[in-house]
């Protein structure tokens, strides 16, 4: 099943986003966010787990991303503050297997994307 993101937009830098994402529990254990670049591979941002609530962010997102979903209404959520240029992509979420992605960080591994959201920081 394909995710899809909404919640872009442009923004200054500094400024902040919060992405959604409708989704359920699937048989994948772990649900994330991810982004590409123009011109460059796409990667891993922040993942949880749908039991337990534990997360994981990439190092470049750390402190300034914050990762959320509710089990109940189904929604996968991504706060960012204090955005950067850098931050600008087109942000997907997914779900995925920590076994067989690496909590999401092994991209390669990642199937089945859905419709992404555009995020554009201006400097």
């Known amino acids: 099943v394909q995710l899809q993101a909404c919640g872009g937009g442009l923004v200054q830098t500094g400024g902040s986003l919060r992405l959604s994402c409708a989704a359920s529990?699937?048989?994948?254990?772990?649900v994330g966010w991810f982004r590409q670049a123009p011109g460059k591979e796409r990667e891993f941002v922040a993942t949880?787990?749908?039991?337990?609530?534990?997360?994981r962010y990439a190092d470049s997102v750390k402190g300034r991303f914050t990762i959320s979903r509710d089990n109940v209404k189904g929604m996968l959520s991504l706060q960012m503050n204090n955005l950067k240029p850098e931050d600008t992509a087109v942000y997907y979420c997914n779900a995925v297997s920590t076994q067989l992605t690496g909590w999401g960080k092994r991209t390669s591994n990642v199937n089945d994307w859905g419709q992404g959201t555009q995020v554009t920081v201006s400097s």
């Open positions: 529990a699937y048989s994948k254990d772990v």
């Open positions: 949880i787990r749908w039991i337990g609530a534990r997360t």
